[in-house]
């Protein structure tokens, strides 16, 4: 059984950068041909997809949010990682990590991240 466990502080200020971990158990990022992606939910919004990083390190973005995403991982430790600099209060939401191939299959539970000075 895949388990994923999302881990980061829960309050940004604005114009800083929102760090977050995502540790995988049950099975290897490395493993193919699995992607390992961030989806966020904002409050009373839909979910939306970041980005993600696959079995072998390549890295895909939203378009939207390219300039200021960065996805990365330790294959040592099993985690992959999201980077989102320039946060503002639109980037508050519930963050998830999760494991897909063609759907997302696994799922962590969530962190909620509010962006307030």
């Known amino acids: 059984q895949v388990q994923l466990q999302e881990s980061g502080p829960g309050l940004v200020k604005p114009s800083q950068t929102l760090s977050l971990t995502c540790t995988v158990s049950?099975?290897?990022?490395?493993?193919?041909?699995?992607?390992w992606s961030w989806i966020r939910q904002p409050p009373g919004k839909g979910l939306e997809w970041m980005g993600a990083?696959?079995?072998?390190?390549?890295?895909y973005y939203s378009p939207s949010l390219k300039s200021h995403t960065s996805i990365s991982r330790d294959t040592s430790k099993n985690q992959f990682s999201l980077q989102l600099s320039s946060v503002t209060p639109e980037d508050t939401a519930v963050y998830y990590c999760?494991?897909?191939?063609?759907?997302?299959?696994?799922w962590g539970k969530g962190t909620l991240v509010t962006v307030s000075s």
């Open positions: 999760a494991r897909s191939i063609g759907y997302a299959d696994y």
């Open positions: 049950g099975g290897s990022i490395t493993t193919s041909y699995y992607y």
């Open positions: 990083i696959a079995y072998d390190g390549s890295t």
